[in-house]
């Protein structure tokens, strides 16, 4: 009989059918071969000795130089939803468990916790305001305090609740700043940019009158008018992604015949033009792939890319349904952002968000998710294949993570999107990844029969919903800390585990930028100093 433990480990093939179980442990249903190339030598002592022994002398040389130059250029990547478990699962869909995605090579590491104000489980809003602007807020709320609630249509007008992102302190010294994201440019995510809102649904106006916040001498703003008219959207350089429909008509049809989702009558794309032609800026509106290709980047000063009506067709799909000539990929919008805010010898800060990968996962699409965080980490490789990493911060991170798990066993080189090698205690069997709830519920569970028999699942399709014990429309995020992957100046700031407003303050210290310059802390110092002093001398005893 074969060794339980040894097929576990991927050290041995067992070939019969194995039934054995323990408390701990499930039935081998078909066991698999390990397929790893490093299956011999890490068998070894010596194997995971020089291992360890080559990157204790890359820690070395990392504590011996630690770069503090500032920061001429910010470049924050934030995959949406991607969780560790979503990095896991990644990195052995790229080849092996062993190996390590793009960015888990950058030199530090940390952990940011993503609690909201008012959830324990926060949603892409109001994290959007924590690692932009360096505020914890409300759920479902943009750009400003926790003094708003979400929906509060009076308290989101207050100017004195917004909030300022990085963005605006980078181009408050000068800076360039753009944002690229494979979303709704006007979606939860990149409006924390540049906008400040009580709902992160009101990207267009009729949004806000669906909602009934349209009284009174004030008004709420939607997002995407935001973008195209307040001074921190109106000025971002580079902006792309998804959303058309968000910036013309419902009666107008946009370039792919879709109509919009305004009531205004307004078309704001034209309305972003017109304001750069006003500026004699150089500016250029493009809609496919095919027209960014024809962009001359380098004698371009604004650039407004809108690739769908509304969000980035799924990374996977672009080639699966023959897109890759119509919409850019997330890397490929990534380099033409770099190319562009690079003709500011200022330097520039630049978002851009692989928002997909919190999508395909509200749908249990495991498959969707991994192969959109493939792509993420190939633009983040892109990027600091493009710039120094003496002048220029690149933080990776996630603002919140999802229920999905990577569970049963699994061998090594086996396949991230299959079966488990071993039967359930009901005799069926169980996928490699699944959920803690969500529409993967129907595919997990029969209302006559109990669970369901998935030996015959066809795995391979991208749009199979995995898994979830818990019936509900959208699976819900996660509440645990995500990672946080730093390079470049100041990147050993990143260590440790702190909250997800921290990461702002970092960047900015770094670039020294915004409140915190040093100029700004210093003189925040030289406050405080007397502050404390005139309180010691309130203090002192009297001498009478």
Not at 44 to 56: G, P
Not at 69 to 86: P, Q, W
Not at 350 to 366: C, K, N, Q
Request: aromatic content about 8%; overall charge negative; some cysteine.
């Amino acid at each position: 009989m074969c060794n339980h433990r040894w097929f576990l480990l991927g050290l041995l093939v067992c070939f019969a059918s194995v039934t054995t179980a323990d408390e701990y442990h499930a039935r081998l249903l078909v066991p698999r071969s390990v397929k790893s190339a490093r299956a011999t030598e890490e068998q070894t002592t010596e194997y995971w000795i020089d291992k360890a022994q080559s990157i204790l002398a890359d820690k070395l040389e990392q504590s011996s130089r630690l770069n503090t130059n500032r920061a001429k250029n910010i470049i924050l990547f934030l995959g949406d939803g991607m969780s560790v478990h979503t990095i896991t699962a990644t990195r052995a869909f790229l080849g092996d468990s062993s190996e390590q995605v793009s960015f888990e090579q950058f030199p530090y590491t940390g952990l940011s916790k993503t609690y909201s104000v008012n959830k324990l489980v926060p949603d892409s809003a109001c994290t959007s305001t924590a690692y932009l602007s360096g505020v914890k807020a409300n759920y479902g709320t943009i750009g400003v305090t926790a003094q708003v609630p979400k929906n509060d249509c009076e308290a989101g007008i207050d100017n004195r609740t917004h909030t300022e992102s990085i963005a605006k302190w980078a181009q408050d010294a000068g800076k360039w700043a753009g944002l690229v994201t494979t979303a709704r440019v006007t979606h939860a995510s990149p409006a924390g940019v540049y906008a400040h809102t009580a709902n992160r649904d009101w990207e267009t106006d009729s949004k806000i009158k669906s909602s009934g916040c349209v009284s009174g001498t004030e008004q709420n703003v939607d997002i995407a008018s935001q973008l195209v008219e307040w001074p921190v959207g109106k000025n971002l350089r580079v902006i792309m992604g998804g959303g058309r429909r968000n910036f013309i008509d419902e009666e107008e049809l946009d370039e792919e015949g879709i109509e919009g989702k305004r009531s205004d009558g307004r078309n704001l794309t034209a309305e972003w033009l017109a304001d750069k032609y006003e500026q004699g800026a150089s500016a250029a509106y493009v809609w496919n792939k095919d027209g960014l290709l024809n962009v001359n980047l380098d004698k371009t000063e604004y650039l407004l890319g809108l690739f769908s009506s509304s969000h980035c067709p799924y990374h996977g799909d672009l080639e699966r349904e023959g897109l890759t000539e119509t919409v850019p990929s997330l890397s490929e919008m990534t380099e033409a952002a770099i190319q562009l805010l690079n003709n500011n010898d200022k330097g520039y800060f630049l978002f851009v968000e692989g928002a997909r990968i919190d999508m395909a996962h509200h749908s249990t699409r495991a498959h969707r998710s991994i192969e959109d965080t493939a792509e993420f980490a190939r633009a983040v490789e892109l990027a600091r294949k493009m710039t120094n990493e003496e002048d220029t911060l690149i933080v990776v991170t996630s603002d919140h993570s999802h229920t999905m798990t990577i569970n049963g066993y699994p061998t090594r080189g086996s396949d991230i999107f299959g079966l488990a090698p071993m039967t359930a205690d009901d005799n069926l069997p169980y996928t490699v990844l699944s959920y803690a709830n969500g529409p993967g519920f129907s595919k997990t569970y029969s209302t006559k029969k109990g669970r369901r028999d998935l030996s015959d699942a066809d795995l391979d399709d991208p749009k199979y919903r995995y898994m979830a014990t818990v019936p509900l429309d959208s699976e819900t995020h996660g509440g645990d800390d995500v990672g946080v992957f730093a390079s470049g100046p100041y990147a050993h700031y990143f260590s440790g585990n702190y909250e997800q407003t921290n990461i702002p303050a970092l960047m900015a210290y770094a670039a020294d930028i915004g409140p915190f310059a040093k100029s700004a802390l210093a003189a925040k110092d030289v406050k405080a100093t007397k502050n404390f002093s005139g309180a010691n001398k309130i203090m002192e005893p009297s001498k009478e």
